[in-house]
T-cell receptor
Framework: KAGVTQTPRYLIKTRGQQVTLSCSPI?????VSWYQQTPGQGLQFLFEYFSETQRNKGNFPGRFSGRQFSNSRSEMNVSTLELGDSALYLCASSSVGTAYEQYFGPGTRLTVT | GEDVEQSLFLSVREGDSSVINCTYT??????LYWYKQEPGAGLQLLTYIFSNMDMKQDQRLTVLLNKKDKHLSLRIADTQTGDSAIYFCAETSGNTGKLIFGQGTTLQVKP
């Protein structure tokens, strides 16, 4: 089975721009969660989607948004980028009901200049 | 609120056992996980334990859970240089995909 894939792997943006990151979960997984990883704050939960609905949301400003499509693929969007948004963005997929084992993709490294 | 704490660094000799410790505050935690992250990579799920278990063994990995003290540990037997990585403890409560992670423990294995 193919693992979680994330595109693009690397991205450089300028302050004020917006960005969209994509995540394709493991086949059959319907839950997708997003995390931000930075050296200062560590791993922080952004949001979780299940069956195209946001089930959980972390403590991030409204500039961070996401969605999930009917095939379970998910996108997250960050608008009006700030320097502090530079981070590794990780997506994880899970088959709900199985101890919520979350399998992570390789991440998208976003650099904001 | 929910919080997970780990020591930041551990150094061991190849062939020794490694023990990585974690404490958490959420008494309603249902599952606790150990993830491994190598440089430039995502997180690899190593193992997890349900909160009503005390111990779980999986090949070289042993997870111990002391629910009373809210203490979790990961023991790696016969540690190899390939085990050098950052290890994260995480917990979740209820039927949710929201994981709360510790800061990560960097494991250095010396030959």
């Amino acid at each position: 089975k193919a693992g979680v894939t994330q595109t693009p792997r690397y991205l450089i943006k300028t302050r004020g721009q917006q960005v969209t990151l994509s995540c394709s979960p493991i086949s059959g997984h319907r839950s997708v969660s997003w995390y931000q990883q930075t050296p200062g704050q560590g791993l922080q939960f952004l949001f979780e989607y299940f069956s195209e609905t946001q089930r959980n949301k972390g403590n991030f400003p409204g500039r961070f948004s996401g969605r999930q499509f009917s095939n379970s693929r998910s996108e997250m969007n960050v608008s009006t980028l700030e320097l502090g948004d530079s981070a590794l963005y990780l997506c994880a997929s899970s088959s709900v009901g199985t101890a919520y084992e979350q399998y992570f993709g390789p991440g998208t490294r976003l650099t904001v200049t | 609120g929910e919080d997970v704490e780990q020591s930041l660094f551990l150094s061991v000799r190849e062939g020794d056992s490694s023990v990585i410790n974690c404490t958490y505050t959420d008494s309603s935690s249902t599952y606790l996980y150990w993830y491994k992250q190598e440089p430039g990579a995502g997180l690899q799920l190593l193992t997890y334990i349900f909160s009503n278990m005390d111990m779980k063994q999986d090949q070289r990995l042993t997870v111990l859970l002391n629910k009373k003290d809210k203490h979790l540990s990961l023991r790696i037997a016969d540690t190899q240089t390939g085990d050098s990585a950052i290890y994260f403890c995480a917990e979740t409560s209820g039927n949710t995909g929201k994981l709360i992670f510790g800061q990560g423990t960097t494991l250095q294995v010396k030959p």
